[in-house]
């Protein structure tokens, strides 16, 4: 596997249940981002993992539950959603270095999410 | 705060056309780095370029060249001698200091082209 890589491709799921999205980066890259694209909007950032901080968009509501057990993995829980969570999620991840440097972000191919 | 402004929504050009899409930027900062992503129908977001603050000087790749003006903070993109597979969604895209290693990123213009 090469880049970043998402699975599911596609998830369809009720409001009373339980899935999680998982991303894997192959790049070596030392944080990771969950991203919601909803139609009609812009990219919405919404959780950040870099050098083991986390940092979260205060508008996600608590149905969404990131985890990162590396550097290399990165996970989206959801829970109880609502049809408007309906939305193209993407993984992306990036190096930061310590010179500041604002590196680029590479994206896996995305979970299209529909929520029943 | 930082801002990205895409104003063209939409494009919708025939094949071999030259075509540009705006960019226009916000920033307090005097350091800072500007991106381009293509998104196609796929849907996986694909970096094409990084320019930073420093670095005025256009960039050119095949087809696809970048204008970049501090004086009027945009930094355009165009495409020269456009084809069917060029056709996506384009977005630009801000990193600065305050935000660090985050994007703020622009509404996205959706290019299509014609055959």
């Known amino acids: 596997e090469t880049g970043v890589t998402q699975t599911p491709r596609h998830l369809v799921m009720g409001m009373t249940n339980k899935k999680s999205l998982k991303c894997e980066q192959h790049l070596g890259h030392n944080a990771m981002y969950w991203y919601k694209q909803s139609a009609k909007k812009p990219l919405e950032l919404m959780f950040v993992y870099s050098l083991e901080e986390r940092v979260e968009n205060n508008s996600v509501p608590s149905r969404f539950s990131p985890e990162c057990p590396n550097s290399s993995h990165l996970f989206l829980h959801l829970h109880t959603l609502q049809p408007e969570d309906s939305a193209l999620y993407l993984c992306a991840s990036s190096q930061i270095s310590g010179s500041g440097a604002y590196n680029e972000q590479f994206f896996g191919p995305g979970t299209r999410l529909t929520v029943l | 705060a930082q801002k990205v402004t895409q104003a063209q929504t939409e494009i919708s050009v025939v094949e071999k056309e030259d075509v540009t899409l705006d960019c226009v930027y916000e920033?307090?900062?005097?350091?800072?780095?500007l991106f381009w992503y293509k998104q196609p129908p796929s849907g996986e977001l694909v970096f094409l370029i990084r320019r930073n603050s420093f670095d005025e000087q256009n960039e050119i790749s095949g087809r696809y060249s970048w204008n970049f003006q501090k004086s009027t903070s945009s930094f355009n993109f165009t495409i020269t001698a456009s084809q069917v597979v060029d056709s996506a969604v384009y977005f630009c895209?801000?990193?600065?200091?305050?935000?660090?290693?985050?994007?703020?990123w622009g509404a996205g213009t959706k290019l299509i082209i014609k055959p």
């Open positions: 895209a801000l990193s600065d200091y305050y935000i660090r290693y985050q994007l703020i």
């Open positions: 920033t307090r900062d005097t350091t800072y780095y």
